[in-house]
């Protein structure tokens, strides 16, 4: 087969009429610049491009990538709304939207700078996707040098575990100061039962104020009851339970990891 | 699994496409190649003089010294810095040790490789590491995975000081999955399994049911391997109607996660619309999905921080 100089000149043209008509079609699109004065919104966030797991945009802190949605300074405040974006598989439950954003790297401590040098901080923990910062009133973007994250907190399995005798009164701790205390002992003619109660040491991080754990023997069921004195029950569905009972924590330790990461502004290199 | 590198370009190449080797079909290429580079010159002279056009009016809504996103992820690269990879697709970061009475724990991160499908990775199974240290070598006792975040673990040491610069990876345990069904009579609320329920998974290899348990609210069971010692369990308790369909399931709470003790525990729960009419279904399903280990021999030095 063979194509003519004439067909590649017709293919030259038909490309330049199609690039030119579909430009104008998008500069046509654009509507016009009716956003509010520039003091107020800025700096202005590109469109993040996810690419499943890892994305092209936003500042990595070990497993995650933080990405920067938008930025808004003005009336005292000053709101960066972002979005964690995990390198790596999320919890298996993935259709279960309890379980589906549980990063093990998240940020916690921050800080904005103004180009007066002033240094105001703000704390977020695992279920924000916006930290606010408390600013003078007369402040506007043009002012805001960085954004940075300066702390972070690392989730580190831990399993602490914790033998209590069954008993009421019978208390003990794991590892990272998580709680757990007999609050009685139920004898049924079949079974027994445990009530406890158990108080998270970290409830902003672990997302729950009570301490979850397994128990090593399997006979032992566990009932979680959130928002209850009596938290939690183990039920021995047989005559004779064990004397002291295993618990295994299932939380992990939320470990600070100090380490400068610049959101917003320039780096110091 | 493979550590080989694959050309992108072949893999992606449709098999539609025409051969590149055919002389026939280049001249098309060229046709095509001048109608792109027709677009771009359209599209450009177009912005070109639009942009001219709007200069006097722009607002620029960035603020000086404030450009966003310093660092941007590395995009030659198949892994970020600082991970060690482990595996084709996944890659590892130790972090400092975490010392808790005679226990030494390593908590490690896990990424995986850019572009990699996250639903197509399948997550080793865990492996035997070692601390060396100036004194010799000092085996790990154990993995600690978290049951909500399978990105992180911690490998287990006994307490040694000083702390060592790196740990390394022995022995890798890749996943192999299974799965295997059976169906049982269903006589109600509770239900009690009278013997073990054996459910082969591969050739030589099964999951024995143990114990069974099935209540109102609340089930366990207990299971254990045979023909491997390596590998997780993950079990599906579905209650079937008397024409076989779909009566509703028990919620499977995260199992065991030692995949080197070979055996383990599952929690059930029974919560769908506070039901208490298991009575109704007449069929037991089980489904048991499981991840044998294959232990692979591997020498990867991770450094500590």
Redesign the interface.
Known sequence: MRTSLGWLVVALVAGALVGGGAAAWVEGDEPEDTTSPATTTAPTVDPVVVEAPWVDGGVRFRSTVLVPISFVVGDGTAELEFDLVPLHWTARHEEDELFADELPVQPEFWELTLDGGQVIEAVTTIDDAVVRFDVPVDVDAADVVSVRVTGWRLAVPVGGEMTLPVEEGAAGSFPDGSTVEIDRVLEQSTSTIVQLDSTATEAAWTGHSLATFRTQDPGWRISFRFGQSSNVQLIWEEPGAPGEVVLIQLDPAWRPIAADVVVIGETDE | MSDVEFDFAEILRSPLDPDPSDP?AR??G???L??????????????AT?DEAAAG?????????????????E?SESF?EGYVAIATDVAV?A?AP?I?GDRM?V?V????R?????TS?V?PLGGRWEMRTGQGVVASVGT???????????I?FPFVDPAPESVVLVERWDASPATAEVELAWPGVPFLSEEPISMELTEGTAVVIT?L?L?N??????WRLEGTDLGVVELDADLLDEGGELFDSYASG?GSLDADAGAG?I?FFWAPGFRVDQDEASTLRLTARAELGIPVATEIEVPLP
Do not use: H, N, Q
């Open positions: 026939s001249p098309w060229w046709a095509a001048l109608f792109l580079v027709g677009i771009v010159i359209g599209a450009w002279f177009v912005v639009g009016v722009a607002v620029d809504t960035t603020a000086p010294g404030a450009p966003p996103a310093a660092e941007v992820i995009t970020p970061r972090e975490v808790l724990l908590p991160t896990m990424v995986l850019r572009g990699a499908d996250a990775v997550r600690v995975f978290d049951v909500f975040r399978p990105s992180v673990f911690s287990e114990e348990e209540g609210f609340l089930g366990g069971a207990a995260s525990t929690e």
